[in-house]
């Protein structure tokens, strides 16, 4: 079956730094790539997605590539601020699994001035 | 677009009482609705699938008699917490799915609705 896997929190960094969250899956097919982003208190928001192999994904000034070689959708934001602290989601849909989304555990990213 | 709301964004109950929950989205049709239950620090876990008009289609090892669902509409699906305790507590969290509204099935989260059973 599908499965997300991505690295355990929480993370902590201090403000305007480098930025990165591990994110590797399996699945059948050719799935979709997506992460979500959930601030204190809130639901998800999309933060950005990836459709096929070698797509990069961007928003907000997060990136991650759709990497099928390696079966990876890293996130990464060169300078993040406190607004950046949220538990970060990595997700895929795969139509085998009829287009239902599997999610990664979540990393929790705590950005300090 | 593509607001997906929920109703309460609260609630706390006795335990042996019933709790509805309801998802709206507010400005396209939602054809497909999912339920999500989030454990405190952990990810989402899929609960069941939703079409407007049909029976939910629940994942392995939920409870459909304890957990109701009903999409009677394009824009309004609800879930009912049946005869609730405390192990029910959770942040429940629905998205909706739709036409004309972003890719072919993408989903849009509500703000979710956190329960907590006395």
């Known amino acids: 079956g599908n499965s997300v896997t991505q690295m355990e929190g929480p993370v902590t960094l201090s403000e305007e730094a480098f930025l990165t969250i591990n994110c590797t899956y399996t699945?059948?097919?050719?799935?979709?790539l997506f992460w979500y982003v959930q601030y204190p208190g809130e639901g998800l928001q999309l933060l950005l997605k990836a459709t096929k192999a070698d797509d990069k994904g961007s928003n907000k000034g997060f990136e991650a590539t759709y990497r099928k070689e390696t079966t990876s959708f890293h996130l990464e934001k060169g300078s993040v601020q406190v607004s950046d602290s949220a538990v970060y989601f990595c997700a895929l849909r795969s139509g085998a699994a009829g287009n239902k989304l599997t999610f990664g555990g979540g990393t929790r990213v705590l950005v300090k001035p | 677009g593509a607001v997906v709301s929920q109703h309460p964004s609260w609630v706390i109950c006795k335990s042996g009482t019933s709790v509805k929950i309801e998802c709206r989205s507010l400005d396209f049709q939602a054809t497909t609705m999912f339920w999500y239950r989030q454990f405190p620090k952990q990810s989402l876990m899929l609960m069941a699938t939703s079409n407007e008009g049909s029976k939910a289609t629940y994942e392995q090892g939920v409870e459909k008699d304890k957990f109701l669902i009903n999409h009677a509409s394009l824009t309004l699906s609800t879930l009912t917490v049946t005869s609730a305790h405390p192990e029910d507590s959770s942040f429940y969290i629905c998205?909706?799915?739709?036409?004309?509204?972003?890719?072919?099935?993408?989903?849009?989260f509500g703000p979710g609705t956190r329960l907590t059973v006395l």
């Open positions: 699945a059948t097919g050719y799935p979709s």
């Open positions: 998205s909706a799915s739709g036409t004309g509204q972003g890719s072919y099935n993408e989903q849009f």
